[in-house]
């Protein structure tokens, strides 16, 4: 059996990640740093000493990454690649700047963009982080950076993960990329892609 490291798992379980994982092919191995939680290890995206080194199949990393200040973001990719195993790979997702803001440029900061299980969503909540969450003393909500498609792709490739690829959603508001620590087809980059990328 295959392992994923789901990073930043919160209350969520492979169920919840994606159709590509959520498979008896797969282990998951839960990683916060919210104990609250009960993730299988605790610890941070910039020190991920618990897990060894090329240990991991495959990470999950889902609206996370912007959590970081935009000058840890490469120390956590490196700690990504430094965890997969020599043909792992990277499904990271998180908010797409460039629709939330256009949003914003039309002064719709605190007008609802979508409804989620949570509650309605903001422009706000989707640059800063969830405020119903923070507001309840959940500071590890607060989004210190985010990224456009192309300044997360180039995130991925400074960090030496050796092939990338993404989508924009703009209808969600999201990014979906797809990295991988050693060199691969296009055609095999966009088999994971179909297996990971929600349409």
């Known amino acids: 059996m295959k392992t994923f490291l789901h990073v930043g798992c919160g209350p969520s379980r492979k169920q919840h990640t994606t159709p590509g994982f959520n498979t008896d092919e797969w282990n998951e191995l839960r990683f916060d740093i919210d104990q609250s939680v009960q993730p299988d290890i605790v610890g941070t995206m910039l020190d991920m000493s618990a897990v060894a080194s090329a240990s991991v199949d495959a990470i999950f990393s889902s609206h996370n990454i912007e959590h970081l200040y935009p000058h840890e973001v490469a120390i956590a990719l490196k700690e990504f690649r430094r965890v ?94 797809v990295a991988t620590k050693q060199a691969v087809t296009e055609q095999e980059l966009q088999a994971i892609a179909r297996l990971h990328f929600l349409r």
């Open 84 to 177: 997969l195993n020599d043909n792992g790979y990277l499904i990271i997702t998180c908010p797409d700047l460039q629709s939330v803001c256009q949003l914003v440029a039309e002064d719709k900061l605190t007008d609802v963009a979508y409804d989620s299980p949570l509650g309605p969503i903001s422009p706000i909540d989707i640059l800063y982080g969830l405020r119903s969450s923070m507001e309840k003393g959940n500071l590890y909500m607060a989004h210190r950076g985010g990224f456009t498609l192309s300044s997360l792709l180039a995130a991925l490739r400074d960090s030496g993960l050796q092939s990338y690829a993404g989508i924009r959603r703009p209808a969600c508001f999201d990014l979906w990329a």
